[in-house]
């Protein structure tokens, strides 16, 4: 073997030497994600950071029933006894079970039973197709005025007169909240009040709007 040749053999053997001990020091000094599953992981950790970062959907709360605070009786002493109208009216199943209810409460409370006038059902129902029409909830419409002025304009000759407000999903349910209202179970149980009408009309966010006027 040529002195060169030897020289080259040696350089050969001393570049794997400095490879082998070098090689996994420069390996572990690359940075991880540079490798695939580094950059796996990475995508993995964005993207589960994506998804949970997402704001949650709130559900929305289902309309609640209500019943609007009951109108304190308004009494007008110029008149004297009330002359209720002869005409008659046709309730509706709803508005006849609703009048069926107040006077079996009437009637456990030892108070008089109240009779159906018409101009009190027609005023009851133009309070309820009004609400659901104008989107509010109240004693006094946009529209119609106060509840005292909107039955006087129907039935002029009542002394004492009051409303009661409910949206509920049915007679029996509104009927039930209603009784356990302080104001409205007095609205009901009133023995000034004589006469009543009642007015249903079916659509809204809590399925039936319920208006009850009451005269004596």
């Known amino acids: ?11 050969v053997l001393l570049l794997f030497f400095v490879l082998t001990i070098f090689a996994p020091v420069a390996q572990a000094a ?3 994600y540079f ?14 950071k994506f998804w949970t970062n997402q704001p949650k959907l709130t559900p929305q709360p289902e309309p609640k ?19 209720p109208s002869s005409e008659v009216i046709d309730l509706t199943v709803d508005e006849q079970l609703m009048f069926n209810l107040i006077n079996q409460e009437r009637g456990k409370a030892g108070v008089a ?11 009851a129902r133009a309070k309820s197709k009004d609400m659901l ?3 509010y909830f109240s004693h006094t419409s946009p529209t119609l005025g106060s509840f005292a002025a909107l039955i006087r304009q129907y039935a002029p000759d009542y ?41 249903i009309v079916n ?3 809590y399925g039936k709007m319920f208006t009850q006027h009451f005269g004596g």
Do not use: C
Request: aromatic share 8%; no cysteine; glycine share 10%.
């Open 30 to 32: 690359v940075p991880s």
């Open 159 to 199: 002394r004492y007169i009051g409303e009661n407000l409910a949206g509920n999903k049915s007679v029996q349910a509104a009927h039930t909240a209603l009784m356990q209202s302080d104001g409205h179970r007095k609205n009901i149980l009133n023995p000034k009040y004589t006469h009543f009408g009642i007015g």
């Open 203 to 205: 659509g809204g966010p």
């Open 133 to 135: 029409e104008n989107n």
């Open 113 to 123: 039973l109240l009779q159906v006038d018409a101009r009190l059902v027609q005023s």
């Open 1 to 11: 073997m040529s002195r060169q040749t030897g020289k080259i053999l040696a350089f």
């Open 35 to 48: 490798s695939l599953k580094g950059w796996d992981n990475f995508n993995y950790a964005r993207t589960f």
């Open 65 to 83: 029933p209500q019943s609007d605070p009951a109108s304190q009786p308004e009494a007008d002493p110029d008149l004297g006894n009330q002359t």
